[in-house]
T-cell receptor, first 113, second 113 residues
């Protein structure tokens, strides 16, 4: 079946540390891949996306590359800030049938000053 | 001007009651969704409507009934509330069913006592 697996949190880092949150997926066809971020008390919002193999999505210093050979879409940031503390969701969108979105379980990031 | 708005933001009620959550989007999108987020932040699709037509209906108890009076509105009615219904319910929309990011509302936190 279709699924998204991301690393369990919480992830606790000091400010300016390097961030990696792993995400792998299983899907039929060629899904679109996304990272969404949820700040406390808010809904999810799109952070970045990639729609085909080798595409790199980037936004606000975050990057992720669509790796078809390893079925992965790992999120990275070179230097995190306290304001990056949030829950990060990896997701895929099927590109046929119901075009359903499937979300990972979320990874909580806490950045300490 | 809020893109996806849902009301109420908080709802506390007794077991066995019936309640509704309303959602409206002013983005001109064709597709709307209801998601349920549990206490561990796991996000699960419940329903999806495209131009007022039900597209996705996951394995949700039939106590949950969505209603879309027009493509800008998608309401969720819940009958005979149970303790396990306590969660945050998110409404979302996307430009159409095949592409595009999801735009989420701020969530409605339902607590069943």
């Amino acid at each position: 079946g279709n699924s998204v697996t991301q690393m369990e949190g919480p992830v606790t880092l000091s400010e300016e540390a390097f961030l990696t949150i792993n995400c792998t997926y299983t899907a039929t066809g060629y899904p679109s891949l996304f990272w969404y971020v949820q700040y406390p008390g808010e809904g999810l919002q799109l952070l970045l996306k990639a729609t085909k193999a080798d595409d790199k999505g980037s936004n606000k210093g975050f990057e992720a590359t669509y790796r078809k050979e390893t079925t992965s879409f790992h999120l990275e940031k070179g230097s995190v800030q306290v304001s990056d503390s949030a829950v990060y969701f990896c997701a895929l969108r099927l590109t046929s049938g119901t075009y359903k979105y499937i979300f990972g379980t979320g990874t909580r990031l806490k950045v300490l000053a | 001007d809020t893109a996806v708005s849902q009301t109420p933001k908080y709802l506390v009620t007794q077991m066995g009651n019936d309640k509704s959550i309303k959602c409206e989007q002013n983005l001109g999108h064709d597709t709307m969704y209801w998601y349920k987020q549990d206490s561990k932040k796991f996000l699960k699709i419940m329903f999806s409507y495209n131009n007022k037509e039900l597209i996705i209906n996951e394995t949700v108890p039939n106590r949950f009934s969505p209603k879309s009076p027009d493509k800008a509105h998608l309401n969720l009615h819940i009958n005979s509330l149970e303790l396990g219904d306590s969660a945050v319910y998110f409404c979302a929309s996307s430009q159409d069913i095949t592409t595009g990011e999801l735009f989420f509302g701020e969530g409605s936190r339902l607590t069943v006592l």
